[in-house]
């Protein structure tokens, strides 16, 4: 068997300056989106609930909104609907008249902890400043194992790494494209069977090993492996479209903008603007939002963040089977359909 060259410096140097010029630009974005994110959140429009009909405590959620941007008031049609509208939560805290006298802020904490000091505090001075006795209880508080609420968010990206490496793993073993649909078909079997095993494996560690939750276990067993699944796809139909090139863009998709715009470390409300809606699409922002919908709001909410993720899902498994026909008929045009001796390499679209 003859042995393939060994390459000069000057074949080998474009390449490696090429890798590390992303690798470079990848780092840097990771930097600027964190730092910039996270070094200083603000919170602005932190939504607040109060019933059109309740006079008291819109003229005090009114007063506040003049005087600083950090609440914004979701009036609802009657107190119901605005209770209603603190469990599916649209709102961390509904405010309300209290039949014993003053007024009643009712919060939400597992939705996130920190949004709701934010209201606690702001309304807490102004019914003070308004003379008006306020009592405060937290319907749907956090786990006294979580007092952060950060649990939900580390699984979700958990959930989320293990997906995109599991995906490359496979790419850099076996090639980047599947040769045909039937290895397609099989790397995508093998992708499910990983993430049912890390959802379980996920559901298990926060479950019985640390012992943060010890309900809804396969329910959140169901959600991680969604999650697995959904960021294990579109890995997989990135890098089958572009090679390993594409690497970089899953990276950049579900780390480097996914972890911070989930609105897991910081409530979406304290983000910069561009960052706010991302948690709403992003995997990891999705499945965050679904765990807590589980585990703490009887699945009320979890109607998006799951159709988001089961959409990923589908739209990454479109994208591994068209990458396949596509570079099988390539193949075929150019007459070179033969077995790749280096499925590893730059031009690595050719595997099983």
Same mark, same amino acid.
């Given at each position: 068997?003859?042995?393939? @060259?060994?390459?000069?410096?000057?074949?080998? &140097?474009?390449?490696?300056?090429?890798?590390?010029?992303?690798?470079? &630009?990848?780092?840097? !974005?990771?930097?600027?989106?964190?730092?910039?994110?996270?070094?200083?959140?603000? @919170? $602005?429009?932190?939504?607040?609930?109060?019933?059109?009909?309740?006079?008291?405590?819109?003229?005090?959620?009114? %007063?506040?909104?003049?005087?600083?941007?950090?609440?914004?008031?979701? #009036?609802?049609?009657?107190?119901?609907? !605005?209770?209603?509208?603190?469990?599916?939560?649209?709102?961390?805290? +509904?405010?309300?008249?209290?039949?014993?006298?003053?007024? $009643? &802020?009712?919060?939400?904490?597992? =939705?996130?902890?920190?949004?709701?000091?934010?209201?606690? /505090?702001?309304?807490?001075?102004?019914?003070?400043? %308004?003379?008006? @006795?306020? /009592?405060?209880?937290?319907?749907?508080?956090?786990?006294?194992?979580?007092?952060?609420?950060?649990?939900?968010?580390?699984?979700?990206?958990?959930?989320?790494?293990?997906?995109?490496?599991?995906?490359?793993?496979?790419?850099?073993?076996?090639?980047?494209?599947?040769?045909?649909?039937?290895?397609?078909?099989?790397?995508?079997?093998?992708?499910?069977?990983?993430?049912?095993?890390?959802? +379980?494996?996920?559901?298990?560690?926060?479950?019985?090993?640390?012992?943060?939750?010890?309900?809804?276990?396969?329910?959140? !067993?169901?959600?991680?492996?969604?999650?697995?699944?959904?960021?294990?796809?579109? =890995?997989?139909?990135?890098?089958?479209?572009?090679?390993?090139?594409?690497? *970089?863009?899953?990276?950049?998709?579900?780390?480097?903008?996914?972890?911070?715009?989930? *609105?897991?470390?910081?409530?979406?409300?304290?983000? @910069?603007?561009?960052?706010?809606?991302?948690? $709403?699409?992003?995997?990891? *922002?999705?499945?965050?939002?679904?765990?807590?919908?589980? +585990?703490?709001?009887?699945?009320?909410? #979890?109607?998006?963040?799951?159709?988001?993720?089961?959409?990923?899902?589908?739209?990454? #498994?479109?994208?591994?089977?068209?990458?396949?026909?596509?570079? !099988?008929?390539? /193949?075929?045009?150019?007459?070179?359909?033969?077995?790749?001796?280096?499925?590893?390499?730059?031009?690595?679209?050719?595997?099983?």
């Amino acid at each position: 068997m003859q042995e393939e @060259p060994e390459p000069t410096v000057r074949d080998w &140097l474009p390449r490696t300056a090429g890798l590390l010029l992303g690798t470079l &630009l990848i780092a840097t !974005a990771f930097i600027g989106a964190y730092v910039g994110a996270l070094h200083e959140p603000t @919170p $602005r429009d932190v939504p607040v609930g109060v019933a059109s009909s309740d006079q008291r405590a819109r003229t005090l959620l009114t %007063a506040v909104r003049d005087r600083t941007d950090m609440i914004k008031i979701i #009036a609802y049609d009657d107190q119901a609907a !605005a209770d209603d509208g603190l469990l599916s939560r649209e709102v961390y805290a +509904v405010l309300a008249t209290d039949p014993a006298g003053g007024l $009643r &802020l009712t919060t939400a904490s597992a =939705a996130a902890p920190a949004a709701v000091d934010v209201v606690d /505090r702001v309304l807490g001075e102004a019914a003070r400043q %308004a003379r008006l @006795p306020l /009592r405060v209880g937290d319907q749907v508080p956090v786990e006294d194992s979580d007092p952060r609420g950060v649990v939900p968010f580390y699984l979700a990206v958990g959930y989320v790494l293990g997906g995109y490496l599991a995906a490359t793993a496979l790419g850099l073993r076996t090639g980047t494209a599947p040769r045909t649909v039937r290895w397609a078909a099989l790397r995508t079997a093998a992708l499910a069977a990983y993430a049912m095993i890390l959802g +379980v494996a996920g559901a298990v560690v926060v479950g019985p090993v640390v012992g943060v939750w010890d309900h809804d276990l396969p329910v959140v !067993a169901a959600t991680g492996a969604l999650t697995v699944f959904a960021a294990a796809m579109v =890995a997989a139909a990135i890098q089958a479209w572009l090679g390993l090139l594409g690497t *970089g863009l899953v990276i950049v998709l579900l780390v480097v903008l996914g972890n911070p715009g989930s *609105g897991g470390i910081y409530a979406p409300e304290f983000l @910069p603007t561009v960052l706010r809606g991302m948690h $709403r699409w992003n995997a990891a *922002g999705l499945c965050t939002d679904l765990i807590k919908s589980v +585990v703490y709001f009887d699945r009320r909410g #979890a109607g998006w963040p799951l159709a988001g993720l089961t959409v990923w899902t589908l739209l990454g #498994a479109l994208g591994v089977l068209t990458a396949t026909i596509f570079h !099988a008929r390539r /193949r075929a045009r150019r007459g070179t359909a033969r077995p790749d001796s280096s499925p590893t390499s730059a031009n690595a679209h050719s595997g099983g």
